[in-house]
């Protein structure tokens, strides 16, 4: 069955940067695009970045152009989120989804905070 184990988020001051990580299993990872959402309390999941499965094409929401960078590791199983000059606005809890399947995981909390 398809497990997802996101991790690498913690309490970061504006301007800072974090990685996050998501351990895929259950499934044959290289053939599948995977997204990073984000939720945020008291609002709605937004998809953050989306990368093929290949590794070849990225696309992100426009409010993290430009600050975070989405990649895998087919290797590995596990695509990465780096996310620089982060604000405040950034923070939710982060879940990683392989893209057309409807597991997620526990998600990853990142709070952004002086």
């Known amino acids: 069955q398809v497990q997802l184990v996101e991790s690498g988020g913690g309490l970061v001051q504006p301007g800072g940067s974090l990685r996050l990580s998501c351990a895929a299993s259950g499934f044959t990872f290289s053939q599948y695009a995977m997204s990073w959402y984000r939720q945020a309390a008291g609002k709605a999941r937004e998809l953050v970045a989306a990368i093929t499965g290949a590794g070849g094409s990225t696309s992100y929401a426009d409010s993290v152009k430009g600050r975070f960078t989405i990649s895998r590791d087919n290797a590995k199983n596990t695509v990465y989120l780096e996310m620089n000059s982060l604000k405040p606005e950034d923070s939710a809890v982060y879940y990683c989804?392989?893209?057309?399947?409807?597991?997620w995981g526990q998600g990853t909390q990142v709070t952004v905070s002086s």
């Open positions: 989804n392989a893209v057309g399947t409807p597991q």
